[in-house]
């Protein structure tokens, strides 16, 4: 069975600075889905960013990019120029692009940002 | 694009009352919906799968005959919480998945309603 593994429970980063939450994941398929979602305060998830397994490039919007290193399984998400509004619970999640189309999610890691 | 609604945004009811919460893709056509469970200061738990015209598809562990899903068209999932009970008391949350063939990124993607907070007294 797949797992999603986020070893930060908490974060935190000064405005304008740059963060990195850490995500690994188990799996034996070679073709599946990775994504960020944010919950901020509100409880709305949000897709933050997502990457497909067969793409070497790692995708980024705005200022979120992931370090998507497939050997290793790991998936972490890159903030730059932090924002207050960044603050929020991030999820790590994994889907399977042949079986079934449940995500399954990590722990969470809260990112707090000082100003 | 991609914007998921759930009604009602928070509920209160006594023991032993029923509850539906509706979910509705506004601005695309959803063949599977999916509902979470969460708990204060947890990962989302996902309860159930439905696929629109059929039956959903429980989790283990989680009651069919309690958590009553009907997912009747292609932008509309409702979950019924039957005979709740305080310990039903949580946050759900819903997701919809884009019909299969749709334009890029929505395809493979889930959409998040806004969840509804549910209290049993």
């Known amino acids: ?115 | 694009g991609a914007v998921v609604s759930q009604h009602p945004s928070w509920v209160i009811c006594k023991s032993g009352t029923s509850v539906k919460i509706e979910c509705r893709s506004l601005d695309f056509q959803a063949t599977t919906m999916f509902w979470y469970r969460q708990f204060p200061k947890q990962s989302l738990m996902l309860m159930a799968t439905s696929n629109e015209g059929s039956k959903a598809t429980y989790e283990q562990g989680v009651e069919k005959d309690k958590f009553l899903i009907n997912h009747a068209s292609l932008t509309l999932s409702t979950l019924t919480v039957t005979s709740a009970h305080p310990e039903d008391s949580s946050f759900y949350i819903c997701s919809a998945m884009e019909v299969a063939g749709a334009r890029w990124p929505n395809t493979d993607t889930q959409y998040f309603g806004p969840g509804t907070r549910l209290t049993v007294l």
């Open chain 1, 1 to 115: 069975a797949q797992t999603v593994t986020q070893s930060q429970p908490e974060m935190s980063v000064q405005e304008a600075e740059t963060v990195t939450l850490s995500c690994t994941y188990d799996t034996s398929e070679s073709d599946y889905y990775l994504f960020w979602y944010k919950q901020p305060p509100s409880r709305q998830m949000i897709l933050v960013i997502r990457q497909e397994a067969y793409k070497q490039q790692n995708a980024t919007e705005n200022r979120f990019s992931v370090n998507f290193q497939k050997a290793a399984k790991s998936f972490s998400l890159k903030i730059s120029d932090s924002q207050l509004g960044d603050a929020a619970m991030y999820f790590c999640a994994y889907r399977s692009a042949q079986f079934a189309d449940k995500l399954i999610f990590g722990t969470g890691t809260r990112l707090q940002v000082f100003p």
